[in-house]
Antibody, heavy 127, light 110 residues
Framework: EVQLVESGGGLVKPGGSLRLSCAAS????????MNWVRQAPGKGLEWVSS????????GYADSLKGRFTISRDNAKNSLYLQLNSLRVEDTAVYYC????????????????????WGQGTMVTVSP | QSALTQPASVSGSPGQSITISCTGT?????????VSWYQQRPGKAPRLMIY???KRPPGVSNRFSGSKSGNSASLTISGLQAEDTSDYYC??????????FGGGTKLTVL
């Protein structure tokens, strides 16, 4: 079964850090670009970050640059998101998602669509 | 980068058709054939319904269709069923390895 399972969420104080993990199974993880998407309570989806299959290209939402770092370990079939300098407004469910047909061409990398999602991990930032 | 614009809510009766709009700019929706649509039920992860503007993944009913004109995309659901009641989000590639989501539309099948 194709599956993504997130972990690492929890309660943290403002200014703190967390490292989220996403374990992939049922498909060849190293062949796919991956993403993080978050959803604050009662709010819409917000794209966070992307990473290509070989980690050669990484993208971040403008509002998050410098605080979050995406990475992956293809040998461990795992995706990560390091969250630093957390703020109350970072409180959200964080989903990892597979980019089904993302590709790179001419030095540019394109994000296609997210066909597989994990169940999400909750991050709560509170004093 | 601003979120794509969707109506907050739409409603319809069983058997009817509805359309959800998604408005972006020439830097995102209008510049790439990379608009996707997601269905999300309460407490669940999103589900891909349409990709690359108008393509349906395996397993998605042909009652769901996508289209695009200029800087706007649309999701049409025909033959509405009670089970279609959900939140729907559009999404577009926006250049430089980034993506934008719409604010989401709550569909109620009355």
């Amino acid at each position: 079964e194709v599956q993504l399972v997130e972990s690492g969420g929890g309660l943290v104080k403002p200014g703190g850090s967390l490292r989220l993990s996403c374990a992939a199974s049922g498909f060849t993880f190293s062949n796919y670009n991956m993403n993080w998407v978050r959803q604050a309570p009662g709010k819409g989806l917000e794209w966070v970050s992307s990473i290509t299959d070989t980690s050669s290209n990484i993208g971040y939402a403008d509002s998050l640059k410098g605080r979050f770092t995406i990475s992956r370990d293809n040998a461990k079939n795992s995706l990560y998101l390091q969250l630093n300098s957390l703020r109350v407004e970072d409180t959200a469910v964080y989903y990892c998602a597979r980019d089904q047909f993302g590709y790179c061409s001419g030095g540019r990398c394109y994000i296609d669509a997210f066909d597989i999602w994990g169940q999400g991990t909750m991050v709560t930032v509170s004093p | 980068q601003s979120a794509l614009t969707q109506p907050a809510s739409v409603s319809g009766s069983p058997g009817q058709s509805i359309t959800i709009s998604c408005t972006g700019t020439s830097n995102d929706v209008g510049n790439y054939n990379l608009v996707s649509w997601y269905q999300q039920r309460p407490g669940k992860a999103p589900r891909l319904m349409i990709y690359e503007d108008n393509k349906r993944p395996p397993g998605v009913s042909n009652r769901f269709s996508g289209s695009k004109s200029g800087n706007s995309a649309s999701l049409t659901i025909s033959g509405l069923q009670a089970e279609d009641t959900s939140d729907y989000y559009c999404c577009s590639y926006a250049g430089s390895s980034t993506v934008l989501f719409g604010g989401g539309t709550k569909l109620t099948v009355l």
